[in-house]
């Protein structure tokens, strides 16, 4: 590296070679951030999550099934969504009997999940999808 001064820098016109280094220097994280932005977008991260299903079911017996659905939006259809019910007391399980439910984004940005009714009460269904969780809680009585 040499401190001389090129003929340009000499006379006082343009930019010394430092400064434009320097400069240069800091676009390449700026151009990082900026080219990163549009793949964010892209992920599958839902930038919302909604319950379509009511959140209050009337049933006419205990072991009746309800179908939960919810309607996610941003996320690609095929994206895997996984559902876990929390509860206090035996009030609903999933229909397949096991603990954690996966389900699939259609095409209209719905998954749906069935849960078995186990007796009155309330519960809470917790859905992730990509790096989102939210939970809801949802209330079961007989008619």
Known sequence: MTTSESHIDAQGEGLPRRTLLRAGAWMAPVIAVTAAVPLAAASDTPSGV?????????????????PIVFSVTAVAA?????????????????????????????????VVFIAETL???????????GGYTSSFALTIVLA
């Open 50 to 66: 909604e319950l379509v299903s009511p959140p209050y079911f009337e049933i006419d017996e205990i072991g009746d099934t309800v």
């Open 78 to 110: 095929g994206s895997a969504a996984t559902a876990t019910i929390l509860q206090s007391g035996p009030v609903a399980q999933w229909e397949s009997g096991q603990a954690i439910e996966v389900g699939t984004v259609d095409g209209d940005g719905e």
């Open 119 to 129: 007796g009155e009460g309330t519960f809470t269904v917790t859905l992730a999808v």
